[in-house]
């Protein structure tokens, strides 16, 4: 059974960009040091210092019983993921800015007595005009995480949109869970990335083929604009517009007639784990309602009134209009 785990990790200490601190060092930085009480790091080493993740549970709960609110619940989060990220896991360091994402596969997880980066670490901070007034606190950000085999440099594309999108938020790491009842799996899938297995993108109108692109390339956000435009092209007597944001209502898309008259709603779902769905807001007033939903179970039902717009609609009318913008860049079509 392979329990290796995909995961990702920011590092980005105290708003500090240590990505090239971090492929020199081939270390990911799981920062959130928790520290003994009455043990001075300088004097005694990191290791001592501080509560490995990796320690015995009547120690971890020994230390960690005096912590309260959010930063117990981010030192349990790292435990968690150090426990499960076993030697051949795969951690992942995601820069969109650089249109990369750096991978390795973890040796193991450590924590450094006296990292040989301390020094680099601080003048870092320094040149960033960031605060270096507590050094011991900045230096237990950078010397426990993960040692790695060396860090490969994959572009941020080939990333799978269903993994890519965990990249986007607030969390300054987590682990990327398979969703079995789908068939996706994140480790062979960055597995084969990292050996350069990617396939080719090539002219494609096999059915499975492009669900899978949809599946590897389409965002949340992507997939909204998608079926939009594709409306757009199958019924071209209506104006689309994509209004998805905050304070939509659970509204992606709006068809209008040209005096500006609402017809039709869209509300779009990337993934719906099952069950059935009553579209947010729906309208009661005849305007045609519609639910596209790329990830989905087969049995998806909906609010009596509101077609269904699945992912064999999507592939449907992506080989229908092969003029449309997203078949050309997901390469579908025979030329």
Known sequence: MDNRIVFFIRNRPQGCDAIEIAREARRSFIGYPMWRRGVDPLAAGFRDALASPLCDDTE?????????????????????????????SITMIPRPDRGVV??????????????????????????????????????????????????????????????????????????????????LDPVPEIDALIRQAAPTLR?????????????ARVSPSTFEHMVVGLLQLAQPDLVWEHVGGSGDGGVDGLGSTTDGSVKAV?????????????????????????????????????????????????????LEFPQCPWSRSLRIGAT
């Open 266 to 318: 869209l509300q779009c779902k990337w993934k719906h784990d099952g069950g059935q769905i009553a579209m947010e807001n729906a309208p009661a007033d005849g305007r045609k309602r519609y639910l596209a939903v790329l990830l989905a179970p087969d049995d998806l039902e909906c609010d009596a009134g509101t077609q269904i717009l699945d992912r064999n609609w999507v592939v449907d009318h992506l």
């Open 203 to 215: 002219p494609c109108t096999e059915r499975d083929e492009i669900e899978r692109r949809l599946l």
């Open 60 to 88: 971890w709960a020994t230390i960690a019983g005096h912590i309260e609110g959010p930063w117990r619940r981010a030192y349990s989060a790292n435990r968690n993921l150090a426990l499960a990220a076993v030697p051949g």
């Open 102 to 183: 750096y991978a390795g596969r973890v040796e193991a997880f450590e924590v450094v007595d006296r990292p040989d980066w301390g020094d680099k670490y601080l003048a870092l901070r320094r040149e960033n005009g960031l605060p270096v007034d507590d050094t011991v606190s900045h230096l237990g950000d950078v010397v426990q995480g993960w040692r790695v085999d060396d860090w490969v440099e994959l572009p941020f594309p080939s990333i799978p949109a269903w993994i890519r999108k965990s990249f986007f938020g607030r969390a300054t790491g987590g682990r990327i869970w398979p969703m079995p009842e789908f068939g």
